[in-house]
């Protein structure tokens, strides 16, 4: 990895793939023919794309019950224990609906309320995650949203896998459909004879999925639409380079555009991850992912001091931050712009990926600046209450009806008038 | 104004301007233009556009002293006691970073953290709104960003209105810079000589402001893209028609598309409001931009009983809800879908687009079933924060590596492992 003197210029090498003028022009014949075909269009797409003609898009219970037979035990309870650390967490993020009451008698306050339905999209094939149900399901369903409907392509043999329909079950999805691709966003956002239309969608996806969120956007709410992953290690020269190079690693190993980028006060510490992460990477099965991650995208900052590398961090706005420093955990007040912040040396990036209970749906590509974690306020809106009594309206009317005549409104004022004992 | 009894099959007859190819092909050279340009690009599309060649972007504090010259003292006042009672309900929003800690020593929690910096885009011309300059100012102060720019489209005599500049400076911006349309969105998001780029977007504007914020999300954050505005009306026999025509008058004053609906149980109601509004249409000065509104857009719907017309307005999920019924308060827990609830015959809407305190940025086009007013929430972002003990750390190890490889992640399981004592 190269070594560079942290300067005036940082920026992580970031890249997202927003799709080719052909992408969407796919991705827009598919949603339209959805629309008009419904049921049909989504079996044909998928004999097209999934190589299988099903009869049925909905997953049965006994495909539910097949499923637990091929997992394991220990596997489902760890799926069990991981699901409830992601629903313990969730729920403290929960908001009650409040109100202020006035001496005048006037109410003000927020509802919130449930998103009546939600669409998960859970990819197929290699990249089938089990933790990506755990991570979108369960916060839907700690917001109190009624419907959680899941899609996901079929293998050729027509099933999901079986890992992917015990993490719904066990997160309590109660309605499942074999139907992936664009094919699945356009089904969600309008409906076809099986599937009725949702109010938001999230989970990730190819390109062309991510290119037909971005075309629903507005007739539906979606998530983010996610970048390839990235990890910053923040450390000083108490941290361990093998532990660090490890860290490093199990980002680069998921996408040939994941960014790894250590930040350190310690040159010792920047040589010595450089060579272990060259060790690591030799003995590692996804190498051939990691690899060409880490020589475009990967980096190893020095700064001269902490403040110098914690400002470091906030130009950078990683998606998962590491912070192994001494007094790790007070750092964090400087720290402005992060999706994640995993503290200490226990705290290694999978520990969050999987089990902890914070989401692991965070924002790429320097949106950490705006974004936050997938969250329950993700799927709840707020709608604001105003009761305003007899007497405050008395005392205010004047001045609001004489606000809406300075911006030329006069409908407004006689709104306020027509109420008015002058 | 057309009456239906309420059936199946209700929507808001609805309206949102996407833009031609051509405006869009004009929005994308505009941001080209500047992003290459600069401020000498903002010049010549302020001549060009709102025809007057500028010297200097910014507004200087002796055209701040002058707005107040220019604004009546009463009308100060106004604005100041708005302002005052929009913050004091946006501070009650505000929440704390949190941590939970368990007796492990594990600490998990989400940190809360401002927006370094906002933009506000606030509209040239006849639709110069000093509440707008309020409603998207001050939650962003109250989130704590440090940093909030606006931006306004001159006149041609190179000035800003006095109103919009005293509502600046009253709720406090101290960057303003008199440039308007897609090259002021392409400088907020991408920087120029004087303008420094900014985290998010936020503010109406015309179709090539609103096209513009598409094009530049994603590198920056934007706030809604707003559609027409929205009313619906849900009253009982108690309620009085000449209000409510008056209340349904002042949307379609707005815009000939806004769409101003009745939803009551009481038929008689409903004919006397029909005629009432026939009535002051013919006496309101906004009369060719409400009557073509009110004969698009408008509806009167009657339904059998409450329950019954409580479910028509969660199918249209309007941006505003007047609710003025017997014991209107208690009906608010079945209300799912509306932007802000106004409850009672002293609740005029006009008292909560200027003045009560919540937000008159709302979710239009049936996004209220998705959406929520502006808020603050809206200005800050949470990381998730993830100290695990080295005691959680050993207890769990084995089963967060085995959760990594059931989905074929080496690297993952041995960034575990690099720490773990077997």
Not at 119 to 147: D, F, H, K
Not at 349 to 378: C, I, K, M, W
């Amino acid at each position: 990895m190269k070594i560079i003197q942290v300067n005036e210029d940082i920026s992580l090498k970031r890249s997202v793939d927003s799709g080719t003028e052909e992408q969407r022009a796919i991705v827009k014949d598919i949603i339209g023919a959805v629309k008009s075909g419904g049921d049909q269009a989504l079996f044909d797409f998928t004999e097209k794309f999934d190589r299988v003609r099903l009869s049925s898009l909905t997953v049965t219970d006994a495909e539910i019950e097949e499923a637990y037979k091929e997992v394991p035990n220990a596997t489902v309870e760890i799926i069990k224990e991981a699901a409830e650390n992601i629903r313990v967490f969730h729920e403290k993020q929960l908001r009650n609906s409040w109100i202020t009451t006035e001496k005048n008698g006037t109410m003000l306050g927020q509802k919130v309320t449930p998103l009546d339905s939600v669409g998960v999209y859970v990819p197929g094939g290699t990249a089938a995650y089990p933790s990506s149900v755990l991570m979108n399901v369960v916060p839907a369903q700690v917001a109190g949203v009624e419907r959680i409907v899941m899609v996901s392509p079929p293998g050729q043999d027509g099933k999901l896998p079986a890992g992917v329909l015990v993490a719904a079950k066990e997160s309590g999805v109660k309605e499942i459909y074999k139907v992936g691709g664009a094919q699945a966003i356009a089904a969600l956002a309008y409906g076809t004879e099986s599937i009725k239309p949702v109010d938001k969608i999230t989970g990730p996806g190819n390109i062309f999925v991510a290119l037909a969120k971005r075309e629903v956007f507005g007739d539906v709410d979606i998530d983010m639409i996610a970048g390839p992953s990235e990890i910053t290690v923040l450390a000083d020269e108490t941290a361990r380079a093998n532990e660090i190079a490890a860290d490093l690693l199990s980002q680069a190993e998921h996408d040939a555009r994941a960014c790894s980028v250590l930040v350190t006060t310690s040159r010792k510490l920047a040589e010595e991850t450089a060579s272990e992460v060259e060790k690591q990477l030799a003995v590692l099965p996804r190498k051939e992912i990691a690899a060409p991650a880490i020589a475009d995208y990967g980096a190893i900052y020095v700064a001269e001091t902490v403040d110098e590398a914690i400002e470091t961090v906030n130009k950078l706005a990683p998606e998962h931050l590491e912070v192994i420093m001494e007094n790790a955990m007070e750092k964090i007040g400087k720290i402005r712009h992060a999706g994640a912040i995993f503290i200490g040396r226990y705290s290694s990036e999978p520990v969050g990926d999987y089990f902890a209970g914070p989401n692991h749906v965070l924002p790429t590509n320097g949106t950490a600046r705006f974004s936050s974690p997938l969250n329950v306020d993700d799927f709840q809106k707020k709608s604001s209450i105003i009761m305003y009594s007899e007497q405050a309206f008395n005392e205010n009317a004047a001045k609001i009806a004489a606000f809406a005549r300075l911006e030329g409104l006069e409908a407004h004022a006689r709104s306020i008038e027509a109420r008015f004992k002058k």
